[in-house]
């Protein structure tokens, strides 16, 4: 899987946020905001591809958490980008 090419970080006063524009000129724009885990991890594996395996590597690298707690963080992580349409597969 990879992040959409589509998927770009804003800065809108102060928080992070991606704006997910609608299609066929509908008016669908969505914004989702991230918190700061997710905005380093959108970092990390954007214009790559990607397993969840990566994510929890990359969770456990940096946080104090252990693998089973990381990989199921990582699997909910991916399952919100997918459920906003963030992933291209």
């Known amino acids: 899987m990879k992040i959409d090419s589509k998927v770009k970080v804003r800065d809108i006063a102060g928080e ?3 704006i ?11 914004i ?6 997710s ?6 594996l954007s214009g790559r591809e990607f397993e969840v395996a990566d994510v929890v590597a990359l969770l456990t690298s940096r946080y104090d958490v252990d693998e089973q707690t990381a990989t199921a ?8 980008l997918r ?4 992933i291209a597969e």
């Not at 997910?20 to 724009?29: F, S």
């Not at 989702?32 to 885990?37: D, E, K, P, T």
């Not at 963080?73 to 919100?80: F, G, I, L, R, S």
């Open 16 to 18: 992070k946020v991606v």
């Open 20 to 30: 997910m524009q609608g299609h066929l000129g509908a008016d669908l724009t969505r």
């Open 32 to 37: 989702v905001q991230l918190n700061g885990s």
């Open 39 to 44: 905005q380093w991890l959108l970092e990390q």
């Open 73 to 80: 963080d990582a699997e909910k992580w991916v399952e919100q």
């Open 83 to 86: 459920e906003q349409q963030m």
